[in-house]
Structure formats: C-alpha cells, structure tokens
Nanobody, 120 residues
Framework: VQLQASGGGLVQAGGSRRLSCAAT????????MGWYRQAPGKQRELVAT???????NYAESVKGRFTISRDYGKNMVYLQMNSLKPEDTANYYC???????????????RGQGTQVTVSS
C-alpha cells in the first residue's frame, strides 16, 4: 500500500489549504484514515481521523478549523484546513489502517507527507 499526500505549500495566517492523500496498491479494505503532523523539534501529533463508518476525531487544537473527509470509492482522504495559524506549520502526512486481503490483519501505512508553512 502506497500513500501519496499533496496540497501543501506556503499560506498566510488566516488562510486555507486543502490536503489530499491517495492510497494505492493492493488494498482489500481500508478501516481508518487519518492525518498526522510533525513540526521540527516536536513530537508527531494526531490531527484528525475518519473511520470506515464516517466517525471523525480531531485534535483539540484544530477543532472547528479543520475538516477531514474521505472518498471511499477512490481510497482518498482529504483535510480542509481553514483559519490557519503559524503554529499549524508542520509536515502533514496521512495514515491508513488497511487490509490487503480478506484474511490479512489490519496494518497501518504512512505516507511521505506534504509540508504546510503558515506565515504570520
């Protein structure tokens, strides 16, 4: 399973950005999809997750500003980021919990990430 994130870039504080992540390869089923971020010198942080049934979960720091969604048919996950702040600057990468066959166990996969830089 390969993950390719895109949509990062430089944005001014208060602006918006939409990240996309495509999961490709031998995929039988995807359970959860999510976004994490890591800034230089900081620990990796969960940003948002969306389960197969549509249940979402957000970090307190992004609630009300970020929205996660997914396209089940295309195995894609999106992160709409509004009202961006300089502290949102980080490398954002997507994770999926997927099975490659009906009998395989669920495995977590992580992509390379896309850099988001918010200027003040």
């Amino acid at each position: 399973v390969q993950l390719q994130a895109s949509g990062g870039g430089l944005v001014q504080a208060g602006g918006s950005r939409r990240l996309s992540c495509a999961a490709t390869g031998s995929i039988f089923a995807i359970d959860a999809m999510g976004w994490y971020r890591q800034a230089p010198g900081k620990q990796r942080e969960l940003v948002a997750t969306i389960m197969s049934g549509g249940t979402t979960n957000y970090a307190e720091s992004v609630k009300g500003r970020f929205t996660i969604s997914r396209d089940y048919g295309k195995n894609m996950v999106y992160l709409q980021m509004n009202s961006l702040k300089p502290e949102d600057t980080a490398n954002y990468y997507c994770n999926v919990d997927a099975r490659t066959t009906r009998w395989a166990s669920v495995t977590q996969y992580r992509g390379q990430g896309t850099q988001v830089t918010v200027s003040s």
